[in-house]
């Protein structure tokens, strides 16, 4: 029987060719007939791809058979469907680019990487020591949304700091304004969906002056893993693909609120202006009849 697997994935480390990178990538997912995004940098790569289990596990065995890849992270999750041909229904197309950024922050130049991984960043913990963490220090830890403020509107962590942006690129401008300085001295843990914004996110903060900054391992998908919905995260994760959102469990909190009526629910759709890039948060019962943003003019940029 034919399993439809999504793999999500990144490493940060110094690549001399990205451009060869990704001819070899494309031809390797187009020969296991898998879909997805891949980014390539010069310093490293970040990529979800989906398709039948096997050929997932092909592609994992042999992209980690090229040593700079050896290490990298690495999360599983169910995928929706294959359609007749095998292909995953949960990405539209098989798309692998070379940027500036393998995650856009709009810094390049600020970013240092090496075999290790990113220069500067913050300390690293499981989600074990994220909750041990908050059982010594209490309401002194901040949990630090590095998403999109519309990916916290459905699942954060409780209590969580969420800055007000549209996009990663964001976080810079946002960091520079002063609006978190007071937050300097406390002990900051960023979070985000797989650990690749937080990697960058938290060299940021270090580099302005923010002294404790940790980045949970592997993100909030690593810690839902762990704990489900028994432990600091509440309500569903929002993700990059058809599925939209995923819960961790049968009895995830549902926190959102329908744009249009209030009522709870962690439905997400795309507004129907091609211009617009706001993602909404629509009960079932007003999806069809809300398609367009009704808070803001303008998500073009």
Not at 70 to 79: E, R
Not at 140 to 165: H, L, M, T
Not at 177 to 199: F, M, N, Q, W
Request: aromatic fraction near 8%.
């Amino acid at each position: 029987m034919a399993i439809p697997k999504i793999l999500l994935y990144y490493v940060f480390t110094p690549l001399a060719d990205p451009d060869a990178i990704r001819l070899w990538q494309r031809d390797l997912c187009a020969s296991l007939n898998l879909r997805g995004r891949i980014l390539i940098s010069k310093d490293g790569i970040n990529g979800t791809v989906g398709g039948e289990l096997d050929n997932v596990k092909r592609y994992l065995r042999t992209t980690r058979e090229y040593a700079a890849f050896a290490d990298m992270d690495v999360k599983w999750s169910q995928g929706t469907g294959l359609d007749d041909d095998g292909a995953s229904l949960d990405f539209p197309k098989l798309s692998v680019k070379v940027r500036d950024e393998i995650v856009s922050f709009g810094a390049p130049d600020e970013l240092e990487v090496d075999a290790s991984g990113v220069i500067g960043g913050g300390t690293h913990v499981t989600p074990e020591q994220v909750n041990e963490l908050v059982a010594a220090r209490g309401d002194e830890v901040v949990f630090f949304d590095g998403r999109n403020a519309f990916e916290a509107a459905i699942g954060r962590f409780k209590n969580a700091v969420v800055p007000n942006v549209d996009n990663t690129r964001d976080f810079v401008e946002v960091l520079d304004s002063g609006a978190y300085d007071h937050l300097k001295d406390k002990p900051i843990v960023t979070y985000c969906t797989g650990g690749i914004r937080c990697e960058v996110l938290s060299s940021l903060m270090r580099s302005r002056g923010f002294d404790e900054v940790y980045q949970i391992d592997g993100g909030i998908v690593r810690y839902g893993e762990q704990f489900g919905d028994d432990g600091l995260w509440e309500g569903s994760l929002y993700v990059f693909d058809k599925r939209m959102s995923l819960e961790f469990s049968d009895h995830a909190a549902v926190i959102g609120e329908c744009a249009v009526c209030t009522a709870k629910t962690s439905h997400m759709q795309n507004c129907a202006d091609p211009s617009c890039r706001t993602q909404l948060v629509v009960c079932d019962v007003h999806a069809a009849s809300a398609p367009f943003c009704l808070v803001h003019d303008d998500h073009s940029s």
